[in-house]
């Protein structure tokens, strides 16, 4: 199969030399700074936004002694990394760095510590300011799926903490603590109504299979695929082409890809979960994606094409394992997505990479907004996973490039906006199960297939309730990225 692309030359890349200048200046700190010096050269050489961040400059420093002077001024590697970042939370939402790449890397085969479910909404019910939070699935085999929780579950305390429009926020224990209680109740009307079941979740590890339901619908006299994929990870490539194969053989004429809790992953797999859909581009030759990168990197920006074959990668290491035939589709002419404010990156990049080829219904919320991407940089000559220094495990995550679609289009930074709008809150009393066809955001898909409804907003009339805001992000949640082990060297 033809290579992706090639992220690292041969040879060992000087971080510090642009093509323009070969004679630039090579810092060299001392030992006890190895780390911020990774930071600072990593930055240097791979941050898409390298030219905008004078403190990035190649000609920032005089000399070793002003460049140890300049690394001594942040405590921490972290704190470093922060000061580099471009116009940090407006223009740069996205970079970051961790302590343990291990941790990382396992994140990204689907493996992290978990209480094993995803937060579907918090919700206010009532006038008199009472919250709610409500399940959007479990994942099989983890605490939550032990505790006998499942999507459209309500809880109403969390923590001890009977939620309201004042405390919610205690919902961020989600994030950080390795142990939560939760409550639950019932809502009708905006009444709450304790159920008397409550479960203590404790953190532990968990392996989740993002090909989390698929089921073909027969609806309205047509054959519907419906796919709820939550994570594009390269280690389950083989269980996604799985699905597709039974979707080839059995016919289907219409496709439902429900991403509204995918809030992205690897280029690789979106460029084949594309190849699959729209089997009548050329392989190796239509081009999904291109990616552009810094004026340091200008050869490492390369296309994505549609493929006939896929790589598959090992669960526990992510080395890999060999090709696959990809079950490509000949018979679609439109795809249907299903999307939240969740719905970012690795998932947008479906949605803008299938639009020059076919027509992408977006049914839901407005996307996230997310037009760039990343690759881990490790600290070795050439930043790769070859030779790393042995000393730590810090690894960086920032943003490398920015990617487009055949047309040359990525305006999408506030996200793509439904043609269908469906806010499923406001069906937080009865959350349906996936491929229950009375599901609001299926629902609404089923009936513009089947013609029943016109392309507006399909939302209850209720008013005295609303979707809250505020709370942090899960970890690595919102990615799209290159993964060490894609790289071909």
Same mark, same amino acid.
């Given at each position: 199969?033809?290579?992706?692309?090639?992220?690292?030359?041969?040879?060992?890349?000087?971080?510090?030399?642009?093509?323009k200048d070969d004679d630039a200046f090579v810092p060299d700190p001392s030992e006890d700074l190895e780390i911020h010096d990774f930071v600072w050269k990593g930055?240097?050489?791979?941050?898409?936004?390298?030219?905008?961040?004078?403190?990035?400059?190649?000609?920032?420093?005089?000399?070793?002694? &002003?460049?140890?002077?300049?690394? %001594?001024?942040?405590? =921490? /590697?972290? #704190?470093?990394?922060?000061? !580099?970042?471009?116009?940090?939370?407006?223009?740069?939402?996205?970079?970051?760095?961790?302590?343990?790449?291990?941790?990382?890397?396992?994140?990204?085969?689907?493996?992290?510590?978990?209480?094993?479910?995803?937060?579907?909404?918090?919700?206010?019910?009532?006038?008199?300011?009472?919250?709610?939070?409500?399940?959007?699935?479990?994942?099989?085999?983890?605490?939550?799926?032990?505790?006998?929780?499942?999507?459209?579950?309500?809880?109403?305390?969390?923590?001890?903490?009977?939620?309201?429009?004042?405390?919610?926020?205690?919902?961020?224990?989600?994030?950080?603590?390795?142990?939560?209680?939760? &409550?639950?109740?019932?809502?009708? %009307?905006?009444?709450? =109504? /304790?159920? #008397?079941?409550?479960?203590? !979740?404790?953190?532990?590890?968990?392996?989740?299979?993002?090909?989390?339901?698929?089921?073909?619908?027969?609806?309205?006299?047509?054959?519907?695929?419906?796919?709820?994929?939550?994570?594009?990870?390269?280690?389950?490539?083989?269980?996604?082409?799985?699905?597709?194969?039974?979707?080839?053989?059995?016919?289907?004429?219409?496709?439902?890809?429900?991403?509204?809790?995918?809030?992205?992953?690897?280029?690789?797999?979106?460029?084949?979960?594309?190849?699959?859909?729209?089997?009548?581009?050329?392989?190796?030759?239509?081009?999904?994606?291109?990616?552009?990168?810094?004026?340091?990197?200008?050869? &490492?920006?390369?296309?994505?094409?549609?493929?006939?074959?896929?790589?598959?990668?090992?669960?526990?290491?992510?080395?890999?394992?060999?090709?696959?035939?990809?079950?490509?589709?000949?018979?679609?002419?439109?795809?249907?997505?299903?999307?939240?404010?969740?719905?970012?990156?690795?998932?947008?990049?479906?949605?803008?990479?299938?639009?020059?080829?076919?027509?992408?219904?977006?049914?839901?919320?407005?996307?996230?907004?997310?037009?760039?991407?990343?690759?881990?940089?490790?600290?070795?000559?050439?930043?790769?996973?070859?030779?790393?220094?042995?000393?730590?495990?810090?690894?960086?995550?920032?943003?490398?490039?920015?990617?487009?679609?055949?047309?040359?289009?990525?305006?999408?930074?506030?996200?793509?906006?439904?043609?269908?709008?469906?806010?499923?809150?406001?069906?937080?009393?009865?959350?349906?199960?996936?491929?229950?066809?009375?599901?609001?955001?299926?629902?609404?898909?089923?009936?513009?297939?089947?013609?029943?409804?016109?392309?507006?907003?399909?939302?209850?009339?209720?008013?005295?309730?609303?979707?809250?805001?505020?709370?942090?992000?899960?970890?690595?949640?919102?990615?799209?990225?290159?993964?060490?082990?894609?790289?071909?060297?």
């Amino acid at each position: 199969m033809k290579k992706l692309f090639y992220l690292f030359v041969s040879g060992v890349l000087l971080w510090s030399c642009s093509d323009k200048d070969d004679d630039a200046f090579v810092p060299d700190p001392s030992e006890d700074l190895e780390i911020h010096d990774f930071v600072w050269k990593g930055m240097n050489t791979w941050y898409f936004w390298q030219e905008e961040v004078n403190d990035l400059g190649d000609d920032r420093f005089a000399s070793s002694e &002003e460049y140890e002077d300049f690394l %001594n001024n942040y405590a =921490t /590697p972290e #704190g470093l990394f922060d000061h !580099l970042i471009y116009e940090d939370g407006t223009v740069d939402r996205f970079s970051w760095i961790v302590d343990d790449y291990e941790v990382l890397l396992s994140s990204f085969r689907g493996e992290s510590d978990s209480f094993g479910f995803e937060i579907g909404g918090l919700v206010q019910v009532n006038d008199a300011n009472d919250v709610i939070l409500y399940v959007g699935y479990v994942v099989p085999d983890s605490p939550a799926d032990d505790a006998g929780m499942s999507r459209g579950d309500i809880v109403y305390k969390f923590d001890n903490v009977a939620l309201n429009t004042s405390n919610y926020q205690v919902v961020n224990n989600f994030y950080s603590n390795e142990s939560i209680r939760l &409550e639950f109740a019932t809502v009708s %009307n905006g009444i709450i =109504t /304790p159920t #008397g079941k409550s479960s203590t !979740l404790n953190l532990r590890s968990v392996q989740e299979n993002p090909v989390h339901f698929s089921e073909v619908l027969n609806y309205g006299g047509r054959k519907i695929g419906y796919l709820v994929y939550h994570a594009f990870r390269n280690t389950y490539n083989k269980e996604l082409n799985d699905v597709f194969e039974d979707f080839k053989n059995s016919g289907i004429e219409e496709l439902v890809l429900d991403l509204r809790y995918n809030g992205g992953g690897s280029v690789s797999t979106s460029a084949y979960l594309a190849s699959m859909i729209y089997g009548d581009a050329a392989a190796e030759k239509e081009v999904f994606a291109t990616l552009a990168y810094n004026s340091k990197n200008p050869r &490492e920006g390369g296309s994505y094409p549609f493929f006939d074959k896929a790589d598959t990668y090992d669960k526990s290491t992510g080395k890999n394992n060999g090709t696959i035939t990809i079950n490509r589709l000949n018979s679609l002419t439109r795809v249907y997505v299903l999307t939240s404010g969740d719905t970012a990156s690795a998932s947008e990049m479906i949605i803008n990479g299938l639009k020059p080829f076919m027509e992408v219904i977006v049914i839901g919320e407005t996307t996230y907004g997310k037009n760039v991407g990343s690759q881990t940089l490790f600290d070795s000559s050439d930043f790769s996973t070859r030779n790393i220094n042995p000393n730590h495990k810090y690894a960086m995550q920032p943003i490398t490039f920015k990617i487009y679609n055949k047309n040359g289009e990525s305006d999408y930074t506030h996200g793509f906006d439904p043609d269908i709008l469906v806010e499923e809150y406001h069906s937080y009393e009865n959350i349906r199960a996936f491929g229950d066809t009375e599901e609001s955001l299926l629902s609404a898909a089923l009936n513009d297939i089947s013609g029943f409804s016109a392309r507006s907003m399909v939302s209850p009339s209720e008013t005295n309730i609303k979707a809250l805001k505020g709370l942090k992000e899960q970890r690595f949640s919102k990615e799209m990225y290159i993964v060490p082990g894609e790289i071909q060297p």
